[in-house]
């Protein structure tokens, strides 16, 4: 007799809400279509957005797609002004381990330049948006000197130090001529490091570095023109070319999860929110 109430509850439960429900299987379906949930992605993007710091995530993305069997290709999306320089170096190394086991195409959305740009460059071909903005490959190191101020308020610091380079790079003074060398050596290996790098890389003469690498940005027509890109064109045409060379006859992209989609619009708003807040206290 229980058993026919609880079927009886059910039952009317369905009734009451079936449109509620039909709704729901009807987004389900078009947000993860049974065709898509049948057949495996193939090739897939990873992004390389903002300033590069923190990489975890992406490393994370770049194993992933090493390990995975049925990725066949990877679309390099790059929208991002750099950032420091052992994150770029490892990102860089990483993209170079993925592209020796499935090719990788590096599309500058935007911004492909400093790290972004090191970033980029083991991978099969680089084509830009014709309006992205290629290039800056250089090494800056760059420190306030508040001297000036401190000497108005009437402040003065205190140091014990030992070794003659252990406040190389101090804001609180000028640097000494013995410290300043020092910075300059520092940046001269970097630039080394990542020129020679990007020469190596992209086929281009060490000896022509201050044609390519003066830290100048180039727009993508003048880019191609240096040597630092292969192409011109759309992310339709990454995509296809990406496609073709990974000999996939359905190719099938990866869509990113829809919660994290979500995830990342509600962070959107909620640091536009914040601009707007902060705006105003001002």
Not at 53 to 72: M, P, R, Y
Not at 193 to 221: M, P
Request: proline share 3%; charged share 20%.
């Amino acid at each position: 007799m229980i058993l026919f109430r609880w079927i009886g509850k059910v039952i009317s439960y369905i009734n009451d809400h079936f449109k509620a429900m039909l709704f729901l299987l009807l987004l389900l379906f078009i947000f993860n279509p049974l065709e898509e949930t049948l057949q495996k992605a193939n090739l897939t993007t990873i992004r390389i957005e903002g300033q590069i710091e923190n990489i975890d995530g992406l490393l994370e993305d770049i194993n992933q797609a090493i390990s995975d069997k049925n990725i066949k290709g990877v679309l390099l999306q790059v929208d991002s002004p750099g950032g420091a320089l052992a994150p770029s170096i490892e990102l860089s190394m990483a993209i170079k381990r993925l592209n020796a086991v499935k090719p990788v195409i590096a599309y500058a959305a935007g911004s492909m330049t400093s790290g972004s740009y090191y970033a980029s460059i083991w991978t099969q071909k680089i084509i830009a948006n014709p309006g992205a903005f290629i290039g800056s490959i250089g090494v800056l190191f760059q420190a306030p000197n508040i001297k000036p101020l401190a000497d108005k308020l009437g402040i003065t610091e205190q140091v014990i130090t030992a070794g003659d380079f252990k406040q190389m790079g101090t804001f609180t003074r000028e640097w000494t001529p013995l410290e300043r060398g020092a910075l300059r050596e520092l940046i001269d290996d970097a630039y080394k490091i990542f020129t020679t790098d990007v020469a190596n890389a992209r086929g281009l003469k060490i000896e022509d570095a201050k044609q390519f690498a003066n830290a100048k940005v180039f727009i993508a027509h003048k880019a191609k023109k240096a040597g630092l890109i292969d192409e011109v064109g759309s992310l339709y045409i990454a995509k296809r070319e990406l496609e073709k060379i990974s000999h996939v006859e359905n190719p099938i992209w990866q869509k990113e999860d829809q919660m994290d989609i979500f995830l990342k619009e509600l962070k959107g708003i909620n640091a536009m929110n914040l601009f707007h807040l902060n705006s105003y206290l001002r």
